[in-house]
């Protein structure tokens, strides 16, 4: 599959313009059984052809929506930096977190410090 952002939007303009030929087959299968003599020959070439290109469809958005799974997991893919952004967000609010918690840690410190020197200095 395509691996950049523009590539992968002309592989879905490709699969949308398969799915209009796609409908077009079935319509002239359809079309060609509404006649009165209808051809069975042209019938089932273009329900083969239908076929055919429903089964490219399907493999074509199948490989969209795997890589949009991967993408949207965090799973590391080649030319997605999701997950590796993902990581460093969450890497900086533990940091975050951490240096929130230490500063409480110290301001506790810096209150135990002078009650302690409050009353060294009183029961003296």
Same mark, same amino acid.
Do not use: W
């Given at each position: 599959?395509?691996?950049?952002?523009?590539?992968?939007?002309?592989?879905?303009?490709?699969?949308?313009?398969?799915?209009?030929?796609?409908? @077009?087959?079935?319509?002239?299968?359809?079309?060609?059984?509404?006649?009165?003599?209808?051809?069975?020959?042209?019938?089932?070439?273009?329900?083969? @052809?239908?076929?055919?290109?429903?089964?490219?469809?399907?493999?074509?958005?199948?490989?969209?929506? #795997?890589?949009?799974?991967?993408?949207?997991?965090?799973?590391?893919?080649?030319?997605?930096?999701?997950?590796?952004?993902?990581?460093?967000?969450?890497?900086?609010?533990?940091?975050?977190?951490?240096?929130?918690?230490?500063?409480?840690?110290?301001?506790?410190?810096?209150?135990? #410090?002078?009650?302690?020197?409050?009353? #060294?200095?009183?029961?003296?």
């Amino acid at each position: 599959m395509s691996s950049g952002p523009i590539d992968r939007l002309a592989a879905l303009d490709n699969v949308e313009k398969e799915i209009a030929s796609c409908i @077009q087959s079935a319509g002239q299968a359809l079309m060609e059984l509404s006649k009165d003599k209808s051809s069975m020959k042209q019938v089932e070439m273009h329900t083969t @052809q239908f076929l055919k290109t429903l089964s490219h469809v399907e493999g074509e958005l199948s490989k969209h929506i #795997n890589y949009l799974t991967q993408v949207s997991t965090g799973q590391p893919h080649e030319g997605s930096a999701y997950g590796s952004s993902k990581m460093y967000k969450m890497a900086k609010l533990r940091m975050d977190h951490t240096r929130t918690r230490l500063q409480e840690l110290e301001n506790l410190k810096s209150r135990q #410090n002078r009650n302690d020197q409050s009353s #060294n200095s009183s029961g003296n």
